[in-house]
């Protein structure tokens, strides 16, 4: 596994022309992804999520802006030096793109045969992708003998066929059920951790950041509004994408009594009884829960203190165990 290059997006701005005006889709966005990540862009629909990564793997020119992968600067290539760098680039698409008169071996060979790679290697090659993406012995099957799954699978073995350092996903899970979408999440992850390649994942669905993600962005009307590694976005209470990551709350009166509890890793996972040992009376349970959020669990409680709780001595107490507390 090689170390990986962090990619690191500075005042990215593309303009579009609509009906003789130009239209900022993307309205300078700084980004910074670690090496080796898995980083899912948030947003709802015309947010510029997927012109964020036309640009970054060049199929757009960007207006202005850097996007340095290392230290190469993939706006500022001219044509040839952006062939040679678009290798270290990979892309699967929400519907596959798969060639459907060729097998899947041929599909997954097709940029070794333009990187005009030996045909003894490429078939070598394909051989270990097949099996990688857990479709051994299926490389004689065309695109239409295939499942959803099984297509996601080739179009996940062809992108990384030249060994690229980045793994670009533009909703490629969304047209797929729910359990063949937590398939390909898992191979995703498999091949992260196995090949050590930065996946940038766009998607609409937060279940699929929650699941696989270490790090999210939420882009909105062409700008980005927040990013971060997940666990710090769940303890960052102004953070919006940390608001959804976590189970939500019921509502509750206002009453000084209701407390919401926040907490990362395994210290909160006792908190009750902790604070039941503490206030010499159980605290009622409300609602929220705890979720796996990059591999750790986050908590998010609402409780009722007991009438005659102090609050002082409450939050003294919480604070002691690192949880988060705010009155609502
Ligand atoms: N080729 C294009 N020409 C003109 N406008 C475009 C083009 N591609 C995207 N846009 C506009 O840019 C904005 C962002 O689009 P897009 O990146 O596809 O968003 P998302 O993937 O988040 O749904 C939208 O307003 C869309 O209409
Ligand atoms: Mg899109």
């Known amino acids: 596994?090689?170390?990986?290059?962090?990619i690191r997006i500075q005042g990215?701005?593309?303009?579009?022309?609509?009906?003789?005006?130009?239209?900022p889709a993307l309205d300078g966005i700084d980004l910074d992804i670690q090496g080796g990540a898995i980083f899912g862009i948030l947003g709802r629909s015309g947010a510029g999520k997927t012109t964020l990564i036309r640009c970054l793997n060049r199929l757009e020119t960007p207006s202005a802006g850097r996007i340095l992968l290392g230290e190469t600067d993939l706006a500022a290539l001219g044509p040839v030096e952006l062939r040679r760098q678009r290798r270290r680039i990979g892309m699967i698409f929400q519907h596959f793109h798969l060639l459907h008169s060729r097998t899947a071996a041929e599909n997954i060979a097709a940029p070794l045969e333009i990187a005009g790679v030996t045909k003894p290697e490429r078939q070598k090659r394909v051989d270990e992708l097949l099996e990688l993406v857990g479709l051994a012995g299926r490389g004689k099957a065309y695109p239409s003998q295939l499942s959803g799954g099984q297509k996601q699978r080739v179009g996940i073995a062809r992108?990384?066929?030249?060994?690229?350092?980045?793994?670009?996903?533009?909703?490629?899970?969304s047209a797929l059920d729910a359990e063949t979408t937590a398939q390909i999440?898992?191979?995703?992850?498999?091949?992260?951790?196995?090949?050590?390649v930065t996946i940038v994942l766009i998607t609409h669905e937060l279940s699929v950041v929650k699941s696989i993600c270490d790090g999210?962005?939420?882009?909105e009307g062409g700008r980005l509004?927040?990013?971060g590694a997940l666990r710090d976005l769940v303890a960052d209470p102004s953070s919006r994408l940390g608001q959804w990551l976590l189970p939500a709350l019921p509502e509750v009166p206002s009453d000084g009594r209701h407390l919401e509890l926040r907490y990362g890793g395994r210290g909160g996972d006792t908190i009750l009884s902790d604070l039941t040992l503490h206030l010499?009376?159980?605290?009622a349970l409300l609602g929220g829960g705890v979720e796996q959020v990059a591999g750790t669990s986050v908590g998010r409680l609402l409780i009722r203190l007991p009438h005659d709780a102090d609050l002082d001595s409450v939050f003294a107490?919480?604070?002691t165990r690192g949880v988060w507390a705010v009155v609502r």
Request: glycine residues 6%.
């Open 225 to 227: 509004v927040e990013a």
């Open 280 to 283: 010499g009376q159980s605290p």
């Open 216 to 219: 999210a962005a939420l882009l």
């Open 1 to 6: 596994m090689t170390a990986r290059q962090p």
């Open 185 to 196: 999440l898992d191979l995703l992850r498999d091949v992260n951790r196995r090949l050590g």
């Open 159 to 173: 992108a990384l066929a030249a060994d690229p350092d980045v793994l670009l996903s533009d909703e490629a899970t």
């Open 12 to 23: 990215l701005r593309k303009d579009y022309n609509q009906a003789g005006r130009l239209v």
């Open 317 to 319: 107490f919480l604070g």
